[in-house]
T-cell receptor
Framework: RKEVEQDPGPFNVPEGATVAFNCTYS??????FFWYRQDCRKEPKLLMS???SGNEDGRFTAQLNRASQYISLLIRDSKLSDSATYLC???????????FGQGTELSVKP | EAGVAQSPRYKIIEKRQSVAFWCNPI?????LYWYQQILGQGPKLLIQ????????DSQLPKDRFSAERLKGVDSTLKIQPAKLEDSAVYLC??????????FGSGTRLTVV
């Protein structure tokens, strides 16, 4: 079993749609969680951190449920520019290495 | 602030040949990581350095991969001999501590 698992993609949605990505992690010792965005042929870039209290950044909302070891990302009013691969990421309390899920591809169509 | 520099951007080699990738982290970042990203997958850690010491190389295929970070700054990742399944993007990242992870733009390796 992979340490971080994500919904399989791709997600194809029209502009303006709301889309939700789900992710589960198996290592209960994981301390920090993130969503990264990766554009085609580019490096991953941090989109946002994820907290148990939930956090929002404009059209993006991330949520962490430690009891069920579940992470989510909600994108409201999706834009063409949101088209990318979204990577769910965990980080342990030692060493600092990031554990990536396989990524979910999002394609927003006009 | 200059980012993480990697070279070359692209490399095509035949199987059984050798190849080396170079990474220059952000100045002052003590921790350096090499990740392998195979097409359609998320990045996977190969090796982590803290200054010039290895912290984690548990997923580095040591029979063919090697890495060094002399003087705790630049790092080189080598593959010898390369296999077809080594075709991937090799990403270098650095961080000053628990936060502030920055990736380089990667080296895309194709083994034919």
């Amino acid at each position: 079993r992979k340490e971080v698992e994500q919904d399989p993609g791709p997600f194809n949605v029209p502009e303006g749609a709301t889309v939700a990505f789900n992710c589960t992690y198996s290592n209960s010792a994981s301390q920090s969680f993130f969503w990264y965005r990766q554009d085609c042929r580019k490096e991953p870039k941090l989109l946002m951190s994820v907290y148990s209290s939930g956090n929002e950044d404009g059209r993006f909302t991330a949520q962490l449920n430690r009891a069920s070891q579940y992470i989510s990302l909600l994108i409201r009013d999706s834009k063409l520019s949101d088209s990318a691969t979204y990577l769910c990421v965990s980080r342990g309390n030692q060493g600092g290495k990031l554990i990536f899920g396989q990524g979910t591809e999002l394609s927003v169509k006009p | 602030e200059a980012g993480v520099a990697q070279s070359p951007r692209y490399k095509i080699i035949e199987k059984r040949q050798s190849v080396a990738f170079w990474c220059n982290p952000i100045s002052g970042h003590a921790t350096l990581y090499w990740y392998q990203q195979i097409l359609g997958q998320g990045p996977k850690l190969l090796i982590q350095f803290q200054n010039n010491g290895v912290v984690d190389d548990s997923q580095l295929p040591k029979d063919r991969f090697s890495a060094e970070r002399l003087k705790g700054v630049d790092s080189t990742l080598k593959i010898q001999p390369a296999k077809l399944e080594d075709s991937a993007v090799y990403l270098c990242a650095s961080s000053p501590g628990p936060l502030g992870y920055t990736f380089g733009s990667g080296t895309r390796l194709t083994v034919v």
